[in-house]
């Protein structure tokens, strides 16, 4: 080959790269969306659970990461996390339907006190009634970066809370401008607020209005579960028969409502029934401590779960880190994916064992 006839043909190759780098260069590259980074629970014999971070909104609007639904607001503000009375007296409660999370929990000599975590539902009008606090309480109401609220205490809660200088609106305390008696009860169950003058008096009393909460994992609202088994109906009992909860799957709400000894669970300030899409019942160690009856819940170490979605059951274990919420960990380490909506959470004895609290129906009216 001649040095002409050479230099020619790379010119001409020359021409030909540089054409064709050119229409790539007009030609905008495809996006492909990456799914999101889910936290997974490496197995272990404790089942573990990592904190996930707060829920990222979607393209659109803000989602709320305690409850996986679409808010009206921009900014959400920080949960308040109220005590509230369950005695027999205190029922039907108001604005317990609106809680993002339920939790039902011992207090002393068998009875019941429900933790109201509230953030997503700002025009609450009424909640209550509001009861006194211990530490465990203190510890649950804390994990999602609620203000406490509450009505007296333990000495020991006191003693947190005023060595901790903790967040907390205290009816009998400085925060009690921000509270009602409601006539139409007795004491001590007819204290009442609602979430506009309980964000007013958390201002007033310097608190911030916005934290970082943890958030959970949800699933596609449409997907149908595989993993478990089959539950239409269930009813837990704590210590006395007159604290039985009974929860019965709805296919046409896709929910489980709630009843208490029998009797449809309802909000009085609407008349909905108390519902949730998830349900969580968990085992943890219970220590009574004085003659009152008094108790130490262990709400940190983990142990046996029930998962009850979509009408069926999940075994596994309940997990909780350092400044983080519990969480549901199935039987493989991962973190269970909840469904969005409201989620309650029922903490029994782990004696005489886990098992015995809990009555499980797979399908209506079968034991």
């Known amino acids: 080959m001649t040095l002409s006839g050479y230099s020619s043909r790379l010119v001409l190759c020359c021409l030909l790269a540089g054409l064709l780098l050119s229409a790539c260069g007009t030609q905008q590259p495809e996006a492909v969306p990456s799914p999101p980074d ?14 996930s971070p707060t829920a990222e909104p979607p393209s659109g609007g803000l989602t709320s990461g305690l409850t996986g639904l679409p808010v009206q607001e921009s900014v959400l503000p920080r949960p308040l996390a109220v005590m509230i009375n369950n005695a027999p007296a205190a029922r039907p409660q108001s604005g317990i339907s609106e809680a993002d999370i339920l939790y039902e929990v011992l207090a002393e000599g068998g009875i019941t006190r429900l933790i109201g975590i509230f953030q ?16 465990y309480l203190i510890d649950l109401g804390e994990s999602y970066g609620g203000v406490t609220v509450h009505a007296g205490g333990s000495q020991a809660a006191y003693a947190i809370l005023q060595k901790e200088k903790k967040d907390d609106m205290d009816e009998i305390g400085r925060g009690g ?21 309980l964000r007013e008096g958390a201002d007033k009393l310097g ?14 609202p449409d997907y149908i579960p595989v993993e478990g088994e089959p539950a239409a109906e269930f009813n837990v009992q704590f210590q006395l028969k007159s604290y039985t909860v009974g929860y019965k799957y709805s296919e046409e709400r896709e929910t489980y409502l709630r009843s208490v000894n029998g009797s449809p669970h309802l909000d009085l300030n609407n008349g909905n029934p ?3 899409a998830n349900v969580i019942v968990l085992g943890a160690d ?12 262990d709400v940190e170490l983990g142990g046996e779960a029930l998962l009850f979605q979509r009408g069926q059951v999940i075994k596994g274990r309940w997990a909780r880190k350092p400044d983080d919420v519990i ?41």
């Not at 911030?208 to 596609?220: E, R, S």
């Open 38 to 51: 889910a936290p997974t629970l490496a197995p272990s014999p404790a089942a573990s659970a990592e904190p």
């Open 120 to 135: 997503s539902h700002t025009g609450i009008v009424k909640i209550g009634p509001i009861r006194s606090i211990r530490p």
């Open 177 to 197: 401008a921000y509270f009602w008696r409601d006539k139409g009860r007795k004491a001590p169950h007819n204290l009442y607020s609602n979430a506009a003058k």
């Open 207 to 220: 608190y911030a209005g916005t934290v970082q909460v943890p958030g959970y994992l949800f699933t596609n």
């Open 274 to 276: 108390v519902e949730a």
């Open 286 to 297: 219970h220590k009574v401590l004085d003659d009152v009856g008094r108790l130490q819940i």
């Open 327 to 367: 969480r549901f960990v199935k039987k493989d380490g991962q973190e269970a994916l909840l469904y969005p909506g409201v989620t309650h959470f029922l903490i029994v004895p782990n004696s005489p064992s886990f098992d015995s609290h809990v009555e499980i129906s797979p399908s209506p009216g079968k034991a």
